[in-house]
């Protein structure tokens, strides 16, 4: 099966986002000029885009990996959340900035910060490629925004239908007639 050359409808393509990637990568090195910094990469879906804010920074941080996940229907989550994948890595007295996709309720990453927080970090904050404020319950706010949006499905970049179309080089909004073509 291969990917689909465009689907749905692109609200960022691969140039809009390196833009933005380079943008951020450099506040980010600025805000934490001389700091040892951890950036913490949120699987699966943050690869992509942890990779360019990586890749554009100057600072010499190290990296680790974590997975969470909460339960729910495929679209939304319920509030159970559940740590698959926990790092070893010191983070005592360390700045921690965890990279996300995307932040919907927040629920998730809510759960996450609180735990990482236990771990005697100096600072643990977020940079979000996407953000939907418009659906937040939990009390959370993102450091580092991406790109805001309004309350869509979106796939590529990184994040999925049903665990596919991860691996698309651009950020797209699925409606219900794109869903059926799947
Ligand atoms: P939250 O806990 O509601 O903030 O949701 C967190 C996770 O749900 C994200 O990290 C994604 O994995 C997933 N998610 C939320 N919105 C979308 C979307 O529009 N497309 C694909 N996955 C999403
Ligand atoms: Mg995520």
Request: hydrophobic fraction near 40%; charged fraction near 30%; include cysteine.
């Amino acid at each position: 099966m291969s990917k689909p050359k465009i689907l749905g409808k692109i609200l960022y393509d691969y140039d809009d986002i390196q833009k933005r990637a380079k943008e951020l990568a450099a506040q980010i090195d600025k805000d934490y000029e001389g700091e040892d910094l951890i950036l913490l990469c949120t699987l699966k879906g943050s690869v992509l885009w942890f990779a360019d804010i990586l890749k554009y920074m100057e600072h010499d941080c190290r990296i680790d990996f974590i997975s969470a996940s909460s339960y729910g229907s495929a679209t939304s989550t319920s509030g159970v959340v559940k740590i698959n994948f926990d790092p070893n890595i010191n983070m005592y007295n360390a700045h921690v900035l965890v990279i996300e996709d995307i932040v919907d309720s927040g629920i998730t990453l809510k759960y996450v910060m609180d735990k990482l927080a236990e771990r005697g970090p100096k600072s643990v904050k977020v940079c979000t490629m996407l953000n939907k404020e418009a659906r937040r319950t939990a009390d959370f706010h993102a450091d580092y925004v991406g790109f805001e949006i309004d309350d869509l499905f979106i796939i590529g970049y990184g994040l999925d239908y049903d665990q596919r179309l991860r691996g698309l080089p651009y950020i797209s909004y699925l409606e219900e007639d794109d869903v059926e073509s799947l």
